[in-house]
């Protein structure tokens, strides 16, 4: 049974049995509710046309040939094959393939960036659009202060204190003695547990910089978590959580610091995470949590991006409610 601090804190912000009304801000209209767009057969068929157009540019997606690629790339993003994700979002399949274009010309290759060449970038930038053709008529968090006063999300360390959380994340180091106190940790980590900080791609390395999230995103790692150590046989190594949600103002430090941070994203919505893959290889663990995830995402429940050491999960509007009551009732409500 939750504690009364924390049945306070989420309780307060989320009601069960009671509809959720618009919030209407200053600057602000009403949202419009949640569409799950594609289907289940057209997001195959997306997928399908992305890993198609990849083979594709293979051979001339490098830099010394960006005006043959990027017309290849306006040509089949706005055909019919990518029509039933980008067709429909904000602006249609021109808005996303000029969006596109705009990446590829600002790329540059560094040790940051999931992203490790052009056709790695298409890839995520394509594949992203999922999340936003499903959350992408939310405002999103614009400041790092609006997203740590949003009551739409709950905080994982309130939840974590009353053993809520079937998962690990690593807290945010506040000060300098936390920072040194990790330093330590790490130098004397033993055998089988994740790197801690010195990362290929640091913001994943070193864990999320927020801890708050959407509840539905609470109760979607709670079930992965559950059914990877079902489905293990032996010892099962934690689902470790990386990234959850983020202001627009960090996605953008993000974006110039060289990190494939796209815009607009399923994380600054609320509705994505990033899991840390890279270490369940000692565990001989990756190609479970990737079958758990491959499935969850024929379900429809969940959009997933393999970007290697993490990938990249979004909750759908297919999802979205029953998360949200699994949540409630884990809660107690």
Sequence with gaps: MPSQEVAGEVGSRIRPSEPQPSRVTAGRTPRPGPASGASLSELVGYRAAVADLLAEVAGHAGRDDLPR?????????TGPDFAAVLGVLPGGAADAANRLVREIRDYRPNNRSVARDLAGLIRIYLLSRIDVMWWGHLPGFPTDADLHSSAELVDLEALRRTDLLRFRYRRPAGHLLSRAARAVRHRLRPPGTPPAGRSAVPAAGTGPRTTRTRPEVVALLNQLAVDLARRRPGPTPPLRVTSLARSLEHQHRLRALGYAAMLPSGHCLGYAMDLEMSWLRRFDAPGTVAAVLRERQGWGDVNVIDEGQTWHL????????????????ALGG
């Design 314 to 329: 979004c909750v759908s509007p297919r999802a979205a409610s029953r998360l949200r009551r699994d949540f409630l009732t």
């Design 69 to 77: 690629l990027e017309r290849t790339l306006t040509d089949r993003v």
